[in-house]
């Protein structure tokens, strides 16, 4: 890919490739300080796409790279994606992989999240954390990865 393939989201300060058809690929690496905090300051992937739109995700992937120390976690190691409120509340959950307590590295991947109410997705950011408490003690990286597509929620057209 070239540098014009790529555009800045503006919330996040990320590069974000431009795909074919208006597919969209968004990605973070997070360090294990961003790990354990993930439930009290869960990560923004994607920000809110704007009034009248939503962030329909195609496609989630996420690589954990084992340290030298599993994280100790009150929610079997779930790292979940889904839409969150302004506030850093969970609204609507995609998807949960379990392997932030794996004493190695895994890849979890999803390709199918179903139907969403609109008012749950309109204009709301896609974000990963945690479900109960922030994990501890852990050493692991991961990196999340997001093909999405914006959509018009008045008219269905993708953007």
Do not use: C, W
């Not at 409120?85 to 995609?94: E, I, P, Q, W």
Request: charged share 20%; hydrophobic share 45%.
């Amino acid at each position: 890919m070239k540098l014009s393939d790529y555009e800045i989201d503006s919330a996040t300060g990320r590069a974000v490739a431009k795909l074919a058809t208006g597919m969209r690929l968004a990605s973070a690496e997070l360090s294990s300080d961003d790990i354990k905090t993930l439930f009290s300051s869960p990560v923004e992937v994607i920000a809110a796409p704007g009034s009248g739109k939503a962030l329909v995700p195609t496609e989630m992937a996420v690589l954990y790279r084992f340290g030298t120390t599993a994280f100790s976690t009150e929610t079997d190691g779930d790292l979940s994606s889904g839409y969150f409120h302004a506030g850093g509340s969970v609204d609507t959950a995609l998807m949960a992989f379990d392997m932030l307590g794996e004493a190695a590295s895994a890849y979890g991947y999803g390709l199918n999240f179903g139907q969403r109410p609109v008012a749950d997705i309109a204009n709301k950011g896609l974000m990963f954390g945690v479900a109960n408490l922030d994990p501890m003690d852990g050493d692991g990286t991961a990196v999340l990865t997001v093909i999405y597509r914006v959509v018009d929620v008045a008219t269905g057209q993708f953007l």
